[in-house]
């Protein structure tokens, strides 16, 4: 954990030190799907079905004139859900959670870009909206990629990107009945984002 923000830290510094600096807010809508419910015997359930969610933050970008390209952290407080059926029950997993992804980018044709980088994620919370749920307990740090395209119009931007979980990611879910279900809670999500550059 230190690491990886010792890792953002020195991203930040270097991205500071470029000529020129842009930033602005971001906001838009996700479309995620985690993955697959299991039971104790790790035999299936279920697998997710996709559910809209949200994300709002800030970024930052400097450019580097030689080459072309830019570096573009972002800081987003994400809220994602999916919903599984087990039990003759249906029920909703919600994560909110912190990413803080690096994207190393390309402009072209003078308004559109291109871009790819990792996605550090810090889980706030997480629910299963399940009567009978007694806790759920979800790994707090993992570690996701993004790969995208965007458009911008002077101080407007719009981009959609795709975004998978990399490092295995697991919610341990607990019922009345001490049944203990587990959820592969990585991410596998589109995401479309309208940001302004001040």
């Known amino acids: 954990m230190k690491k990886t923000l010792l ?17 602005g807010v971001k906001a838009g809508f996700n479309y995620n799907k985690t993955g697959k419910l299991k039971d104790q015997a790790s035999d299936v359930l279920s697998g997710g079905k996709g559910k809209a969610g949200y994300h709002v933050g800030v970024w930052l970008r400097g450019n580097v004139p030689i080459i ?6 972002e800081f987003m407080y994400t809220q ?31 308004f559109a870009h291109a871009f790819i980088g990792p996605s550090f994620q810090f889980v706030v919370d997480s629910d299963f909206d399940v009567d ?3 806790d759920v307990d979800t790994d707090g740090f993992t570690l996701g990629m993004q ?8 101080s407007l931007g719009l981009d959609v990107r795709w975004e998978r979980g ?23 999500q ?9």
């Open 190 to 198: 589109v995401i479309f984002g309208l940001s302004y550059k001040f």
């Open 80 to 110: 994602i859900s999916s919903q599984y059926e087990f039990g003759g029950q249906r029920g909703n997993f919600d994560l909110q959670k912190l990413d803080v992804p690096i994207l190393v980018g390309k402009k072209f044709l003078g």
């Open 7 to 23: 890792i953002i830290a020195a991203l930040l510094v270097y991205a500071a030190g470029y000529s020129q600096i842009d930033f």
């Open 68 to 73: 072309g390209l830019y570096v573009r952290p």
């Open 132 to 134: 009978d749920i007694e």
């Open 166 to 188: 990399l490092s295995n990611s697991e919610a341990d879910i607990v019922r009345n009945n001490s049944e203990n279900l587990k959820i592969d809670s990585r991410p596998n």
């Open 147 to 154: 790969m995208g395209l965007g458009v911008e119009l002077g």
